[in-house]
T-cell receptor, first 109, second 113 residues
Framework: AQRVTQPEKLLSVFKGAPVELKCNYSYSGSPELFWYVQYSRQRLQLLLRHISRESIKGFTADLNKGETSFHLKKPFAQEEDSAMYYCALRGHNTDKLIFGTGTRLQVFP | DTGVSQNPRHKITKRGQNVTFRCDPISEHNRLYWYRQTLGQGPEFLTYFQNEAQLEKSRLLSDRFSAERPKGSFSTLEIQRTEQGDSAMYLC???????????FGNGTRLTVT
């Protein structure tokens, strides 16, 4: 079964600390993975996708097929990074996304 | 704002009543998705359209749920004989075919009493 697991409901850090939001997936094939973010009172939006290999707002995510993980990282967290983060997987032979349950990131000053 | 628009923002209804939600996608987007999100969960796929064709429907979508996109522009999601378990945020998203970059609306929050 295709599944996305985000084991942490809440992650709290202080400003300037490194951040790693965990995402594991189960999928038989070549996965396509994404991170979506929802800031307070805003709509859900795409943060980054693994195929782009890009850094957005200082965040990066590397696909590790051996560990079936796609963790989101940022070396120095900022208060404005506080938000809900969802990892998502593109399903097999489909254009739908399967989302994890999300992790709330709180960055304290 | 030229983003995805959903109406109404909130809907409170009594159990057993029918409700209908509307989604207006970004105008040049030919794909339109419906998701449902309950407290503490991520968005859960319901169905999606390419133009007016409904390409996929979740097994979770019971016969009480129906979605349409008659002219390939806006879409409606109808829930018949609502149940308390239908209480959730209903999200609409759109994209261009060939991309999976979903642009979400603000959602319609349904409360069934």
């Amino acid at each position: 079964a295709q599944r996305v697991t985000q084991p942490e409901k809440l992650l709290s850090v202080f400003k300037g600390a490194p951040v790693e939001l965990k995402c594991n997936y189960s999928y038989s094939g070549s996965p396509e993975l994404f991170w979506y973010v929802q800031y307070s009172r805003q709509r859900l939006q795409l943060l980054l996708r693994h195929i782009s290999r890009e850094s957005i707002k200082g965040f990066t995510a590397d696909l590790n097929k051996g560990e079936t993980s796609f963790h989101l990282k940022k070396p120095f967290a900022q208060e404005e990074d506080s938000a809900m983060y969802y990892c998502a997987l593109r399903g097999h032979n489909t254009d739908k996304l399967i989302f994890g349950t999300g992790t709330r990131l709180q960055v304290f000053p | 704002d030229t983003g995805v628009s959903q109406n109404p923002r909130h809907k409170i209804t009594k159990r057993g009543q029918n409700v209908t939600f509307r989604c207006d996608p970004i105008s040049e987007h030919n794909r339109l998705y419906w998701y449902r999100q309950t407290l503490g969960q991520g968005p859960e796929f319901l169905t999606y359209f390419q133009n007016e064709a409904q390409l996929e429907k979740s097994r979770l979508l019971s016969d009480r749920f129906s979605a349409e996109r008659p002219k390939g522009s806006f879409s409606t999601l109808e829930i018949q004989r609502t149940e308390q378990g239908d209480s959730a945020m209903y999200l609409c998203a759109s994209s261009l075919a060939g991309t999976i970059d979903l642009h979400f609306g603000n959602g319609t929050r349904l409360t069934v009493t």
